[in-house]
C-alpha cells in the first residue's frame, strides 16, 4: 500500500508543497500517493482538479485517509491544524515557525511525544544545497554575520519579519553554537505591516559566539548572505545564488614555516593580497548540488516517515528557534 500524503494549506508556499509530492508520487516504484488537498478558499479545488488529486475543505475530512501531513497554512493555525494530526498520531511536517507562540509550540511537541507521531519543522535552509555543501567545514564559529532580505511580499503578514524570514537564521545560527544565546538585543521597525518589517538582532552565546542578524522584507532587492568565522576558517555562503566559500590558513602557516608579523613589502617581492592568497591562506569553492531546498525537506520528510529515523529539524529545534525569535520580539517592544 503506498504512503498517503496530503498537503493541507494551500497558500502560495502550500502549491509548491502539492507540486514536489505530486512529481515524487508519479516517479517510478516511489510507493507514495498524494492523496488529499485541503483549503478553505473555494478557489483552490481548481488546483486540486488540475493535479487530479481529491480536494477537502476541511482538514479534519482526512481523518483516516492520509498517512503523513504537509502542515502550510497560516502560522496562527499551526497549532490546531497540526495539534489535530499529531494527536491522532499522523505525521506531520509543520512549517515554520512551529506555531505562533512557544506555549502552543510546546504543546505540539508533547501531542508528537504522547501519540509517537514524527514532528518535523520547516526550517528549510538546512536543506538549502550551499548549506549542505558547507556542513564538512562548519566547527565552531566564534563570529556570525547573517543577512536575509526582499522586497515587501504581501503574503505572510500574518506575523513579523522575525517570525516570517528571521527565524531561519535563528535556526542556522542556533545549530551552529550548538546552544541558546544567554543574552539578546535586538531592534526592528513597522514600514507596510502593523508588525516589524525591519528587524535586527544581536545573539551572544554562553561559548563565546556572537551573531549578528538582519532581516527585511521592505528591501529594493533580495539577498540572503552568511558569513561565519571559526578558529581555524572562515565560510561566506549565498544561500540565495547557491554559492560559497571556505578560507583556512595554508599548511605551511599552520606549521609555523611563514611569520607574516615579520613580514613587509619589500621583503616579500611581490603584492602583498597576491602572496596572501598564494602562501597564507587555502581557498576552496564551495557549489551545492541542484536539490532545491524544499526538495530536499520533503524527500527527508518522506524518508524519516518510512524509516522512522528522528528528522534533522524535530520539534525540539522548532521551539527553539521560536523561543529566541521570541526573545528578539520582546526586545523590540520595550524600546
Not at 505562533?100 to 501531542?111: D, G, M, N, P, R
Not at 538549502?128 to 547573517?146: L, Q, S, T
Not at 593580497?273 to 602562501?279: D, I, R, S
Amino acid at each position: 500500500m503506498p504512503l498517503r500524503i496530503a498537503v493541507v494549506g494551500l497558500g502560495h508556499l502550500g502549491k509548491i508543497h502539492a507540486e514536489i509530492h505530486a512529481r515524487f508520487a508519479k516517479a517510478k516504484g516511489s510507493g507514495l500517493e498524494l492523496a488529499a488537498l485541503c483549503d478553505v478558499t473555494p478557489d483552490s479545488e481548481a488546483f486540486a482538479k488540475k493535479l487530479k488529486v481529491p480536494f477537502y475543505s476541511d482538514y479534519r475530512q482526512l481523518e483516516g485517509r492520509v498517512d503523513a501531513v504537509s502542515v502550510v497554512v497560516p502560522t496562527t493555525y499551526h497549532r490546531a491544524v497540526g495539534g489535530y494530526f499529531l494527536e491522532r498520531g499522523v505525521p506531520c511536517l509543520i512549517e515554520k515557525p512551529l506555531a505562533k507562540t512557544v506555549a502552543e509550540a510546546e504543546e505540539l511537541c508533547a501531542l508528537a511525544a504522547k501519540s509517537g507521531a514524527l514532528l518535523q519543522v520547516g526550517h528549510v535552509e538546512r536543506f538549502n544545497p550551499i548549506v549542505r555543501a558547507a556542513a564538512p567545514y562548519f566547527r565552531r564559529p566564534r563570529f556570525i554575520e547573517a543577512a536575509r532580505i526582499s522586497p515587501y511580499p504581501f503574503r505572510s503578514t500574518d506575523v513579523g519579519v522575525t517570525l516570517d524570514l528571521m527565524i531561519h537564521d535563528i535556526d542556522l545560527a542556533v545549530m551552529l553554537a550548538g546552544e541558546e544565546p544567554s543574552e539578546v538585543r535586538a531592534a526592528g521597525t513597522p514600514v507596510f505591516s502593523t508588525t516589524e518589517d525591519v528587524a535586527n538582532a544581536r545573539l551572544e552565546f554562553p561559548n563565546g559566539c556572537v551573531a549578528n542578524v538582519t532581516a527585511s522584507r521592505v528591501s529594493l532587492k533580495k539577498e540572503r548572505k552568511w558569513r561565519i568565522f571559526q578558529d581555524d576558517g572562515y565560510l561566506s555562503l549565498d544561500l540565495l545564488n547557491n554559492e560559497g566559500v571556505f578560507i583556512e590558513k595554508s599548511e605551511a602557516l599552520k606549521r609555523g614555516e611563514i611569520d607574516p608579523s615579520k613580514l613587509s613589502p619589500s621583503i616579500l617581492g611581490t603584492a602583498a593580497l597576491v602572496f596572501q592568497l598564494e602562501k597564507l591562506v587555502r581557498r576552496e569553492t564551495l557549489k551545492g548540488d541542484k536539490t532545491p531546498g524544499l526538495e530536499a525537506e520533503l524527500a527527508a520528510f518522506l524518508d524519516c516517515v518510512r524509516s522512522k529515523r528522528p528528522p534533522l529539524v524535530d520539534g525540539a529545534a522548532g521551539v527553539r528557534a521560536l523561543r529566541v525569535a521570541e526573545r528578539v520580539i520582546s526586545c523590540m517592544r520595550r524600546l
